[in-house]
């Protein structure tokens, strides 16, 4: 019989797992050195697919290789539960989102199982239960203690149609994320976190991920904080009491200042134009009102028309005394440096562009046909360095339209006269200090962390809003505060919280005073949830604190992170922030909570990604038993390297199937017993054997996984051809590469190895069987004498690798000192190349 119930070895090795929880986390007592391998945790919307197939895939594997390296691994589950996706499925299907989602996390419980996921199934954690989000109550009143909660009124992200406050990072080219309706802003109170006191912390430890986190997902981090030097230049309003603020990355350029912009949403624009007159009220009024509708991306684009309203004000410039219009042109962003920017037409893009829209003048301060010593010279430049028949007139940019971004020297500047652009900055700032008139600064794009949500199914923000107008905590030990049933409830979008509605919730007590108040109707951002969540795994059922600090010296932070790139950005970023947070509190004594980060590719179906939304869903549940999990398993991590995509057509899931049957038959047809002496076996399959179980760990470690596929499939192969061709199945090396084809085809297809582990005679789990060492003296490569001919002469011997390929043998060939001697100035017209053996020139 040739055949096996791949679905039957399924079952019986997921219910002994099941039974036996063999993959759990060793305790204190466990001695050997520990790792923590965790996978992204999921959303429980919807059963798991394909995208998650690939991704735990990777998970388990990392798991169970270092499980087999003699270490104590944790490797936990969990599920984000909270959040949008739960919230909106409820309300479509008219269900209570509690039970809908604890139904799809059941479901999620069983998929795992199904796929042979070795988790410690004694640490699981939902976000959405009372237990786990009590201390996301408890990390907001700790943020609240340090100043790093709170609220702020504001322009918020708005998406009209899930009517709910979008963070930045979830606006997509200006549609929500979710849902894609175009997002509008709105003024809102609301809460936030403090992030951007850490945003120096956050872009400096970068450098410590160098290496071990993929180098776009580092990129991506940096671009998202933004660090900008420069300075703040105080300028005087004609008719206005206070100075304004501006930043400029370049300070040096102030001289060429010919006008002044403030963002037309800015609370400034609408203090200037107060004292202005009756028609440039209203005109300023309509313009706003299209800003208003207008997209951060819109705003920012530089191809489209530039806008403005000139407000009839002038601010003065402070070293030169010039008057420069001021006008509200929606380039110019509120929420970024101070929502004001003194333009330089001349040296910059925008205000040159706005300068010709409406014929503002242009002034040149850097003459950029100066030679600098050190730049590299853009224009041509004779031996003296002086530009050939180039004159900065013909590059002045109120003509050519393109601005002079590049270096050279100051010029119409004062005391600026000659120097170079960094040394000009420099002085420009000493200068500005000197007069009391501006000063260093720094910039970030980084926001802070807007975490309030009109929704329902989050964690409740656990503050009280007394009748006298104070905010107080809801006290520690009045934690947690439950989310109330969502029965009678109004869940559905309308712009305010649906806990609102939920009087007898909502009204409440002042803890100080006992005078009537009202409860926070807002919930949190789900992001919190997940920002803190690999700290929980460590004590998963403590009552008494978030996560124990103890646990936390012996297991985190995490070694091995995975999950997907779209990650890269806001969970990341967030979960890099509380980790700094909590280190300054002194719970945990590292800064970064994700050693090593590993992202996968995507898994498409007909060119897109595969998702519930698309409809293009490979059933999972359907899967496991038809192909089963092991041939999904094998299918997906031989389809090529972790990070490239899956077309999940090209994937041959017939191909890995008989894989497992054949290695399979291979642990069958052994008939040695397991005293078996290992050195009396066949030599040369055991150096194939011994070459993966050196090579294998190395390739494991830098997620080669398809690598290590290929080769057991080699390995397999020729422990076929040594049992029907070679030594026979009674050959103790056909019983060696048996075992250790089951060792390492455990990390790929655990009921296969342990069924070949079984059929081996061994008792269970292969899971927990230490990695064999590989002897070094099969690893030696066995070699051969090579002859080289030139013309039909010998002319050369080479001891060469049994191995070597052709390309490979040809190159040492032509390397070799005593050919090179022999062809003279002859040129080789033909090699012909025969492995390992020979090598023949032909020459003119
Ligand atoms: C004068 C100047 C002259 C500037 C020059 C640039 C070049 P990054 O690098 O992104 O930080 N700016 C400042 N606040 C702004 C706001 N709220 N909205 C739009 N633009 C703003 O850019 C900093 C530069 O962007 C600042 O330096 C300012 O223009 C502009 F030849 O000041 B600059």
């Not at 004000?313 to 929420?335: E, F």
């Not at 080699?714 to 090396?733: C, F, Q, S, W």
Request: charged letters at 25%; one cysteine or more; a negative charge.
């Amino acid at each position: 019989d040739d055949r096996f119930d791949t679905y039957a070895i399924q079952q019986k090795w997921q219910a002994l797992w099941t039974e036996h929880n063999p993959f759990r986390a060793g305790g204190n007592e466990d001695t050997r050195p520990r790792k923590y391998v965790l996978g992204m945790f999921p959303y429980p919307s919807g059963d798991l697919h394909m995208g998650h197939a690939e991704s735990y895939l990777y998970v388990d594997i990392v798991a169970r290789f270092w499980r087999h390296r003699g270490y104590n691994v944790l490797n936990p589950i969990g599920w984000d539960s909270f959040g949008l996706p739960a919230e909106n499925a409820a309300i479509q299907r008219g269900a209570d989102p509690r039970e809908w989602t604890y139904a799809n996390i059941a479901q999620h419980k069983k998929s795992f199982r199904e796929y042979g996921s070795s988790y410690d199934w004694s640490r699981i954690l939902h976000t959405s239960d009372p237990e786990y989000y009590r201390w996301n109550q408890w990390l907001f009143q700790r943020l609240y203690e340090r100043g790093l909660a709170y609220r702020k009124d504001s322009p918020v992200n708005w998406c009209p149609n899930d009517q709910t406050v979008l963070a930045n990072e979830q606006v997509v080219d200006g549609h929500c994320e979710r849902c894609g309706a175009v997002v509008v802003k709105k003024k809102l109170t609301q809460w936030y976190f403090r992030i951007t006191d850490y945003a120096d912390r956050l872009l400096d430890d970068l450098n410590q991920l160098e290496g071990f986190w993929p180098q776009k997902v580092i990129q991506m981090q940096r671009n998202w904080i933004g660090r900008s030097i420069g300075a703040d230049i105080d300028f005087e309003i004609e008719g206005r009491a206070e100075k304004v603020t501006v930043f400029s990355t370049r300070p040096d350029t102030l001289h060429g200042a010919t006008f002044f912009v403030v963002a037309p949403d800015s609370d400034l624009a609408a203090e200037l134009v107060v004292e202005s007159g009756a028609d440039v009220r209203m005109r300023f009024q309509d313009y706003l009102e299209r800003v208003q509708r207008e997209t951060e991306i819109e705003r920012q684009s530089t191809d489209r028309p530039k806008t403005g309203v000139f407000l009839e004000r002038y601010a003065i410039n402070p070293v030169n005394g010039d008057r420069l219009p001021i006008w509200a042109a929606d380039y110019v962003l509120a929420d970024y440096g101070h929502g004001a920017v003194m333009a330089v037409p001349a040296h910059d893009q925008r205000d040159l562009d706005f300068a010709r829209a409406f014929d503002l003048p242009v002034k040149v301060v850097v003459d950029t046909t100066a030679p600098i010593t050190g730049a590299i010279p853009v224009i041509e430049v004779d031996e003296d360095g002086v530009p050939v028949g180039i004159d900065l007139d013909d590059l002045d940019p109120a003509k050519t339209g393109v601005a002079l971004t590049g270096d050279g020297r100051m010029i119409n500047s004062g005391p600026l006269d000659g120097l170079s652009k960094r040394n000009a900055i420099a002085r420009a700032i000493e200068e500005l200090e000197k007069a009391g008139r501006g000063r260093a600064a720094k910039n970030f794009r980084l926001r802070d962390w807007l975490i309030s949500r009109q929704r329902f199914w989050g964690t409740p923000i656990p503050m009280i809003h007394t009748q006298d107008g104070r905010i107080v905590p809801v006290p520690d030990d009045q934690l947690p505060l439950r989310l109330p049933d969502a029965e009678g409830l109004d869940l559905k979008p309308k712009g305010t919280s649906p806990l609102g509605g939920a009087t007898m919730w909502v009204e409440t007590t002042d803890p100080e005073t006992g005078e009537p108040a009202l409860r926070d109707a807002d919930t949190m951002d789900t992001f919190v949830d997940s920002s803190w969540y690999f700290l929980r795994f460590l004590s998963p059922g403590d009552p008494n604190e978030a996560f124990s600090t103890s646990e936390a010296d012996r297991w985190a932070p995490v070694d091995s992170y995975i999950g997907g790139v779209e990650h890269a950005i806001l969970h990341l970023l967030y979960a890099r922030f509380i980790t700094k947070v909590l280190y300054d509190m002194g719970l945990i004594d590292f800064t970064e909570p994700f050693s090593t980060l590993i992202n996968q590719g995507m898994v498409l179906l007909g060119g897109s990604k595969m998702s519930k939304s698309k409809g293009n869903l490979v059933e999972f549940a359907a899967s496991m038993v038809d192909p089963g999990a092991d041939v999904v398993r094998i299918a997906m991590a031989f389809a090529g390297p972790v990070e490239d995509d899956i077309h999940w057509e090209d994937v041959s899931t017939t191909g890995a199937q008989k894989f497992l049957a054949r290695a399979l038959r291979v642990a069958q047809d052994v008939t040695s017993t397991k005293d078996a002496v290992w050195a009396e076996g066949d030599a040369s399959l055991r150096r194939v054997t011994h070459r993966l179980l050196a090579d294998a760990p190395g390739l494991v470690e830098q997620t080669k996984f398809n690598v290590v596929v290929a080769r057991l499939m080699e390995l397999v192969n020729a422990t076929r051809k040594a049992i029907d061709t070679g030594a026979g199945p009674a050959d103790p090396a056909v019983r060696e590469a048996a075992e250790v084809t089951a060792m390492i085809l455990d990390l790929f297809a655990p009921h296969t190895a342990e069924e070949m582990w079984e059929m081996l005679g061994y008792e269970p789990f292969i899971g927990l069987v230490g990695w064999r060492s590989a002897d070094p003296t099969l690893l030696v490569e066995e070699s051969v004498t090579a002859v080289v001919q030139i013309d039909g002469k010998v002319r050369a011997t080479l001891e060469v690798a049994t191995r070597i390929d052709q390309a490979e043998l040809e190159r040492l060939a032509r390397a070799d000192e005593r050919v090179r001697r022999a062809l003279g100035d002859r040129e080789i017209v033909r090699a012909v190349v025969r492995a390992p053996k020979v090598v023949s020139f032909s020459t003119k």
